[in-house]
């Protein structure tokens, strides 16, 4: 596998990311907090795996082109824009919500876990979003 087929394997470990927090939502709603747990490990260990391929493909790989025109170029880079800021900013809270959890201080999981969740949400599908528009509905003619 070469670098460049790691924007694949980012696109699948953001979705399955998403998928994970998606059941781990529902799971805590129902008051099923062991399998709302396997689920948010779960979507640590698949955004950590993410985060070490997205770190290799981008070291070898540099920025994605963007083909589309028109009105759809600034919807994809206003996207792409907010995607980052909320990637950047998922950083220190995932680590923050996990260790208030793992300290069993779960007032102040829940607390953050309401800011940390639909953002980390956001930022997996917009990913997946920004993934299909650049790779396969928008590529750069010839690239």
């Known amino acids: 596998m070469d670098a460049q087929s790691l924007v694949h394997v980012n696109a699948i470990l953001n979705a399955i990311s998403v998928a994970f927090l998606s059941m781990g939502y529902v799971f805590i709603k ?3 907090w062991k399998k709302h747990r396997a689920m948010m490990v779960s979507a640590l260990a698949a955004s950590g795996l993410f985060l070490i391929s997205y770190v290799i493909y981008k070291l070898n790989s540099g920025f994605a ?3 589309g025109e028109g009105a759809v170029r600034y919807f994809y ?5 907010i995607h980052v800021v909320g990637a ?7 680590p923050i919500t996990v260790f208030r959890a793992w ?3 779960f007032d102040q999981h829940k ?3 309401k800011i940390t969740w639909p953002l980390w949400m956001f930022v997996g599908i917009s990913g997946v979003v920004v993934y299909v528009m650049a790779v396969h509905l928008y590529p750069t003619v010839g690239g």
């Not at 880079?77 to 824009?81: A, E, I, V």
């Not at 950047?88 to 995932?94: D, F, S």
């Open 103 to 105: 300290r069993e201080k």
């Open 65 to 67: 082109k963007f083909g």
């Open 88 to 94: 950047v900013a998922i950083v220190p809270l995932v």
């Open 111 to 113: 607390k953050i876990a």
């Open 30 to 32: 129902r008051g099923e």
């Open 77 to 81: 880079f206003t996207l792409l824009f």
